[in-house]
């Protein structure tokens, strides 16, 4: 399986960046009580320090609204599924615990405040593009809403569109049946290089100490 990123990508934003991470023989569970708590209290300390400090003020999730809008998506309209997760905690709406992958993604894509996305590789189907969507773009979400991806970015394989940094897919969902996983972490292209690899161990540490199995990583 082949994972690239578009060359209108590129020519949006000449500097993308993209975490991969391919785990195998892996076992989703419910969460151990350790994740459930860190999720829990950490999105606790995020909505006291946004009593303080407002969404706007935050470096990296301005940096991905910029991204929207260079790409042409309404960042008002369509929001990184990162700063949805901080506007759902500034509102108290805070986010239960799901299964094992889904809340190890929703821990990191606070700690880091970047859209992270995890996918069922056995309902993926050829090789994987990140791209910016056209007219014909669309699927099912995991909020059950069918979302247009038109000018905004999207993941894809040989069926269509499975991902984005707006929400996921239903087709790629992860669940409790789910033995093989695709993780993509939507770097920040400010980032160095050196900061996306030690980011992506770090999920990858995590995940694999909860989930056991084999990990491959990758930075594109």
Request: aromatic share 10%; hydrophobic share 40%.
């Amino acid at each position: 399986m082949e994972i690239t990123v578009s060359e209108a990508v590129k020519q949006a934003i000449p500097l993308f960046k993209a975490g991969v991470i391919i785990y195998n023989d892996i076992v989703v569970d419910h969460s151990p009580q350790m994740l459930k708590g860190r999720l829990q209290l950490f999105q606790e300390s995020i909505y006291f320090d946004l009593q303080e400090t407002s969404i706007s003020q935050i470096k990296e999730l301005a940096e991905w609204r910029a991204i929207f809008k260079a790409i042409g998506t309404d960042p008002s309209r369509y929001r990184p599924s990162s700063e949805s997760l901080y506007r759902r905690i500034q509102k108290q709406q805070f986010i239960p615990s799901i299964h094992s992958a889904a809340d190890v993604n929703n821990f990191f894509s606070l700690y880091y405040k970047i859209p992270i996305g995890i996918y069922d590789a056995e309902q993926i189907n050829g090789n994987i593009l990140i791209d910016i969507g056209t007219d014909e773009d669309e699927y099912l979400a995991i909020n059950g809403r069918t979302v247009q991806f038109a000018r905004k970015l999207v993941t894809k394989d040989a069926i269509g569109p499975f991902g984005s940094p707006i929400v996921d897919s239903e087709r790629t969902a992860i669940t409790y049946k789910t033995k093989r996983a695709i993780q993509i972490a939507y770097l920040l292209p400010s980032m160095e290089q050196s900061e996306c690899e030690q980011l992506v161990s770090s999920i990858q540490s995590m995940f694999t100490q909860i989930h056991g199995g084999e990990a491959f990583a990758q930075i594109i």
